[in-house]
Nanobody, 128 residues
Framework: QLQLGESGGGLVQPGGSLRLSCATA??????????IGWFRQAPGKEREGISC????????NYAESMRGRFTISRDNEKNTVYLEINSLKPEDTAVYYC???????????????????WGQGTQVTVSS
């Protein structure tokens, strides 16, 4: 059974950085063609896509509004996908989720409708 678990959230001052982790269980990242994506949901707002990484070709993709301060990466040995966020702003305050879908093609999508396995989320609060 595919399971995802986020960690690394917390309270951060504006301008700071965080690295979020998404640990996977039930499958080996390097052995199956899964796409892992990161999303966030702020209070009162829709869940929005940030970035994704494909196991086929190790291709990454970012939502247009998320380019520049977000970096996704993967460590196959640790079965973990990371999201690094730099120059944090108060508007980055949200619950951050990782999610997965299976795909045999190169590339990945940050569209929420593609994903069928979700983690529980980790809270990121940016405040002074």
């Amino acid at each position: 059974q595919l399971q995802l678990g986020e960690s690394g959230g917390g309270l951060v001052q504006p301008g700071g950085s965080l690295r979020l982790s998404c640990a996977t269980a039930g499958f080996t990242l390097s052995s199956y063609p899964f796409v892992i994506g990161w999303f966030r949901q702020a209070p009162g707002k829709e869940r929005e896509g940030i970035s994704c990484i494909s196991s086929v070709g190790d291709i990454t993709n970012y939502a247009e509004s998320m380019r520049g301060r977000f970096t996704i990466s993967r460590d196959n040995e640790k079965n973990t996908v990371y999201l690094e966020i730099n120059s944090l702003k108060p508007e980055d305050t949200a619950v951050y989720y990782c999610a997965a879908y299976r795909s045999d093609i190169r590339g990945c999508s940050v569209s929420r409708r593609m994903y069928y396995a979700w983690g529980q989320g980790t809270q990121v609060t940016v405040s002074s």
